[in-house]
């Protein structure tokens, strides 16, 4: 089975700290993504990777950036968290072409006070 | 731009069957997807149509029209573990494995 494996499953943050969110995949899987998820508005796409270093803002980028320095890991991270980022965010990997899907971690819950 | 209408919440009993609904306006388009998400766990994938027609998975089937840009996830033969967040998704650059733009998630809640 594949795993996604994000390194918090809780945290908590002072408004103006730097905040890294970390997320690694054992099937050599190609593409990576991270999502954050609100109440009432589903699963919105921040950045997505389709190689190592290679990135692309998603639908809601600003106040994040992303590293990919390794093909199993992808960090999110918040320059200057603000109390608007509180969310769930959620990692997926998926291979480049196949019909099985994102494969989706567990989520990190982020309170930014 | 990209939009994906769900109704918010279905109530349906053990046993019945329920179509959670989904249209889309997209300016592009290659196939729709449905995930599965209890509560506090993580999505996950159930199911993908890339052409028109009803794709079957046990107790779950998809259904795609793109010429009425809608699509429907079928649950047959209900059962309370069934009691989760659906969510449709469409993918706009190819496949069911590239960027993807979720709907805003149906709650079913299956009762006794």
């Known amino acids: 089975d594949v795993k996604v494996t994000q390194s918090s499953r809780y945290l908590v943050k002072r408004t103006g700290e730097k905040v890294f969110l970390e997320c690694v995949q054992d099937?050599?899987?190609?593409?990576m993504f991270w999502y954050r998820q609100d109440p009432g508005l589903g699963l919105r796409l921040i950045y997505f990777?389709?190689?190592?270093?290679?990135?692309e803002k998603g639908d809601i980028p600003e106040g994040y950036s992303v590293s990919r320095e390794k093909k199993e890991r992808f960090s999110l991270i918040l320059e200057s968290a603000s109390t608007n980022q509180t969310s769930m965010y959620l990692c997926?990997?998926?291979?480049?072409?196949?019909?099985?899907?994102?494969?989706f971690g567990n989520g990190t819950r982020l309170t930014v006070t | 731009g990209q939009s994906l209408e769900q109704p918010s919440e279905v109530t349906a009993v053990e046993g019945a069957i329920v179509q959670i609904n989904c249209t889309y306006q997209?300016?592009?388009?290659?196939?729709l997807s449905w995930y599965q998400q209890h509560d506090g766990g993580a999505p996950t994938f159930l199911s993908y149509?890339?052409?028109?027609g009803l794709e079957e998975t046990g107790r779950f089937s998809s259904f795609l029209s793109r010429s009425d840009s809608y699509g429907y996830l079928l649950l047959q033969e209900l059962q309370m573990k069934d009691s989760a967040s659906y969510f449709c998704?469409?993918?706009?650059?190819?496949?069911?494995?590239?960027?993807?733009?979720f709907g805003t998630g149906t709650l079913l809640a299956v009762q006794p």
């Open positions: 997209t300016s592009g388009f290659y196939g």
């Open positions: 990777s389709y190689d190592v270093k290679m990135k």
């Open positions: 997926a990997s998926s291979p480049g072409q196949s019909p099985s899907g994102l494969h």
């Open positions: 099937m050599d899987h190609e593409n």
């Open positions: 998704a469409v993918s706009p650059y190819g496949g069911a494995t590239n960027k993807l733009i």
């Open positions: 149509n890339a052409l028109d």
